[in-house]
T-cell receptor, first 115, second 113 residues
Framework: GAVVSQHPSWVICKSGTSVKIECRSL??????MFWYRQFPKQSLMLMAT?????????EQGVEKDKFLINHASLTLSTLTVTSAHPEDSSFYIC???????????FGPGTRLTVL | GDSVTQMEGPVTLSEEAFLTINCTYT??????LFWYVQYPGEGLQLLLK?????DKGSNKGFEATYRKETTSFHLEKGSVQVSDSAVYFC????????????FGTGTRLLVSP
């Protein structure tokens, strides 16, 4: 149990376009979902935390208007990278939890390459 | 700010060898500490955790002890298997809800038959 999926697993897009990444909790209801970014040989950096039905809370230095997060249901959160540029190329990972004190369950990640 | 430092990999071992992956942390208070494992093509999975000093977390033959005096949480296993080949992440959380995790850079373990 407690499986989290991400779609797509990889995506290549042109500079200036927008890309949407989906994160789904397949067998549980996720009150809270998290989005992380990972650069090569670096740790996962938390970008934002979202609670179902509420606006996401972004970490310092993360542009809200560039990384749009929607958590419209208890099983789905989306991250949209708007007007993507090559520096946005990265590995994006989501996680989901049932609530405070619960373990975070991670998705397998999405590799974004912006040309 | 809070941070986690782990040894660089890859760590290459033969089957049945003893494993240690070092992890130290810097935090303003007393964090909860975690080890996550990522198998190829899969998401990170919680391996074990410890929430206070001197606690020992253990799972699947792995164990780690929360050492406040050395700010460390080293991962150990007495006899590794080929199936343990994965990337291991050490992490901390400063709040009781485990909501915000701060990760180390990950250590790749390669176990050969």
């Amino acid at each position: 149990g407690a499986v989290v999926s991400q779609h797509p697993s990889w995506v290549i897009c042109k500079s200036g376009t927008s890309v949407k990444i989906e994160c789904r909790s397949l067998d549980f209801q996720a009150t809270t979902m998290f989005w992380y970014r990972q650069f090569p040989k670096q740790s996962l950096m938390l970008m934002a935390t979202s609670n179902e039905g509420s606006k996401a809370t972004y970490e310092q230095g993360v542009e809200k208007d560039k990384f749009l997060i929607n958590h419209a249901s208890l099983t789905l959160s989306t991250l949209t990278v708007t007007s993507a540029h090559p520096e946005d190329s990265s590995f994006y990972i989501c996680s989901a939890s049932r609530g405070l004190g619960d373990t975070q369950y991670f998705g397998p990640g999405t590799r974004l390459t912006v040309l | 700010g809070d941070s986690v430092t782990q040894m660089e990999g890859p760590v290459t071992l033969s089957e049945e060898a003893f494993l240690t992956i070092n992890c130290t942390y810097t935090a303003t208070g007393y964090p909860s500490l975690f080890w996550y494992v990522q198998y190829p093509g899969e998401g990170l999975q919680l391996l074990l955790k410890a929430t206070k000093a001197d606690d020992k977390g253990s799972n699947k033959g792995f164990e780690a002890t929360y050492r406040k005096e050395t700010t460390s949480f080293h991962l150990e296993k007495g006899s590794v298997q080929v199936s343990d080949s994965a990337v291991y992440f050490c992490a901390l959380s400063m709040n009781t809800g485990f909501q915000k995790l701060v990760f180390g850079t990950g250590t790749r373990l390669l176990v050969s038959p």
